[in-house]
């Protein structure tokens, strides 16, 4: 199976929501595909990120492309990192 196939990933005009969670409980570091489509999101979107757990690797990559991050635990095992695409 390919890594992309298990990021579940939904878009519309205004949103990118990114669920990352199964890929990497199965032990998959998808770091390069949510940076990529970030990087390929139009100005303005509100992009969020789910991981289960805090991810540092993943938060320093997107402030390194300029983004601020909000993080936040939703629920045990399950943390949601917002960002606005600029």
């Given amino acids: 199976m390919e890594l992309m196939e298990l990021l579940k990933v939904e878009r519309d005009d205004v949103r ?45 990559a997107l402030e390194g492309m300029g983004l601020n991050v909000a993080v936040s ?3 045990p095992g399950h943390w949601r990192l917002r960002v606005i695409k600029i």
């Fill in 16 to 60: 990118l929501t990114i669920d990352a969670r199964d890929a990497i409980r199965k032990g998959f570091h998808p770091r390069h595909e949510i940076l990529k489509l970030v990087d390929e999101a139009q100005s303005g979107t509100l992009c969020e990120i789910h991981v289960p757990h805090r991810t540092g690797p993943l938060i320093a």
């Fill in 73 to 75: 635990e939703v629920e």
